[in-house]
């Protein structure tokens, strides 16, 4: 008696709650390179990956230009430049960043998306709860992120997971290198540290950008807010996937609750 879907967004009108607070896989994890029988881990990205264009163009443009410029982030920015990018995104307008735009603009730009969205990456109503992680220390807090984690709306968590992945990878690139002739390779000099003081603020908001006391945080939540982004910087390769018995409970709901999702997520397979 399930009706035939073929898109996700089909299934609006009976939403299921379970696959929006825990979205399963994305579409190269459904693909026939997966081992049949072989139980591995899903990634909690939903079935439709959720970024917004401005975050992936940003995240892209850096990762191809500005792993190697030292100080990223913290370096100062055209201000002029960067309003105008953000007027041209803001407009809907198809901008195409190339290596003729300033890695800093552009690293001011992304910084400035983070800061100034209506509702934080991580969503307030969750603040206390992520910084109450800062006091824990190896499996429990890992495991204690890991489940708040699957609380952000899909969206949230996509993009969340798109910023840690780059910024991952600034701080693999933060020490200096050489190169196979022995030539020295400058590092950015950004560590995971680092990068979890510069962001940690715009993710974890306690109150609104202009409000009273949006810009007062105490010592001891400023310390935590980057201790926590530096968990999550470090560990996000392990903290977005679901592990095969979870999934399997999940599964197991929805038959009983939503099962014409059951029969989309089959079908992909």
């Known amino acids: ?29 459904l693909g026939p390179r997966r081992s049949r029988g ?90 206390g709860a992520f910084l109450s992680t800062a006091t824990m220390e190896g499996p ?3 495991d204690t992120l890991q489940l708040l984690l699957f609380l952000l709306p899909p969206c949230h968590s996509d993009t969340l997971l798109r910023l840690l992945r780059f910024l991952g990878e600034v701080a693999r690139h933060a ?13 950015n000099k950004m560590t995971a540290s680092n990068l979890a003081t510069v962001f940690g603020p715009n993710i974890l908001q306690k109150e609104k950008p202009g409000e009273k006391d949006a810009g007062a945080l105490n010592f001891e939540d400023s310390a935590a807010i980057i201790l926590v982004l530096q968990r999550l910087i470090e560990h996000h390769h392990s903290l977005f996937m ?22 989309y997520l089959l079908r992909r397979k």
């Open 1 to 29: 008696g399930a009706m035939s879907v073929d898109s996700i967004t089909d299934l609006s009108d009976n939403a299921s709650e379970l696959l929006e607070a825990l979205q399963l896989s994305h579409p190269q994890e």
């Open 38 to 127: 072989k139980k591995k881990p899903l990634s909690l990205n939903p079935i439709s990956w959720q970024v917004p264009r401005i975050v992936e163009r940003c995240c892209t443009h850096l990762e191809m230009h500005g792993l190697q410029t030292v100080g990223i982030f913290r370096v100062g920015s055209s201000k002029k430049r960067v309003q105008q990018l953000r007027e041209e995104f803001d407009r809907g307008l198809d901008v195409f960043l190339d290596e003729h735009q300033s890695v800093h603009d552009v690293a001011a730009l992304l910084k400035e998306f983070l800061r100034d969205m209506p509702d934080p990456l991580i969503p307030r109503e969750l603040y």
């Open 140 to 142: 429990a807090q890992l």
């Open 175 to 187: 020490e200096s290198s050489w190169d196979p002739e022995g030539r020295e390779i400058p590092g």
């Open 242 to 263: 679901v592990s095969p018995e979870t999934q399997c409970d999940v599964l197991r709901r929805l038959f009983q609750t939503d099962p014409d999702v059951i029969e």
